[in-house]
């Protein structure tokens, strides 16, 4: 009964090559969230959506795109990975807007070669 | 955006001892904060939260206190079980928004 999917678990990618995660979702929440998770470190928000409308941090790197093309799906572009862009990223959908809780994937972790 | 500060790092407790992880916001619009456990391996998942409107909760060996004034919030785990070993993060919203900031997490490890 996994409610947010991530594929795949384990990405391993060549620096500079184009990579897609993907998340998928059964819980019909109207909210996605895309976090990247470094070793030792917190989650950091990258981008969000609240159904179709695309809201993107100030500080994520232009080499991060998102697309969404409907309620249960998810995808992050990385354009050209660095090395620096090896990590965790994790998935996570929230019900609406106003404090819900989120509901994480189990995230892919990312290889850069 | 806003921080988070998260301490301790590290935390190592006997069984049956408690816990305590505190933590401080920057973002006074700020009004919701959960708490997020992460077992090695798995995802983060939500253990507690507490909403500005609420100076405490609590929630069987787990209780969260919340002081808006000094923009500081605790957890608080009694009766500590090897099960509890994880990874802790506490979070903050962005504003009143639904947008979290984390902290750096602590570990908890809890020795028989």
């Known amino acids: 009964d996994a409610m947010v999917i991530q594929n795949p678990r384990y990405q391993v990618t060549q620096f500079g090559k184009p990579v897609t995660l993907s998340c998928s979702q059964t819980l019909n929440h109207n909210v996605m969230y895309w976090y990247q998770q470094k070793s030792s470190q917190a989650p950091k928000l990258l981008f969000h959506?609240?159904?179709?409308?695309?809201?993107n941090e100030a500080d994520t790197p232009d080499n991060f795109q998102s697309r969404r093309p409907n309620t249960s799906f998810c995808f992050l572009d990385i354009r050209s990975p660095g090395l620096g862009d090896a990590a965790m990223y994790l998935c996570?959908?929230?019900?609406?807007?106003?404090?819900?809780?989120?509901?994480f994937g189990p995230g892919t972790r990312l290889t850069v070669l | 955006g806003e921080n988070v500060e998260q301490h301790p790092s590290t935390l190592s407790v006997q069984e049956g001892d408690s816990a305590v992880i505190k933590c401080t916001y920057s973002d006074s619009a700020s009004n919701y904060f959960p708490w997020y456990k992460q077992e090695l391996g798995k995802r983060p998942q939500l253990i507690i939260d507490?909403?500005?409107?609420?100076g405490e909760k609590k929630d069987q060996r787990i209780a969260v206190t919340l002081n808006k004034t000094a923009k500081h919030f605790s957890l608080h785990i009694t009766e500590t079980q090897p099960e509890d070993s994880a990874v802790y993060f506490c979070a903050a919203s962005i504003g009143s928004g639904y947008a979290l900031n984390f902290g750096k997490g602590t570990s908890l490890l809890v020795t028989p």
């Open positions: 507490i909403r500005s409107n609420v």
């Open positions: 996570a959908t929230s019900r609406d807007l106003g404090q819900n809780e989120q509901f």
């Open positions: 959506y609240y159904d179709k409308d695309f809201n």
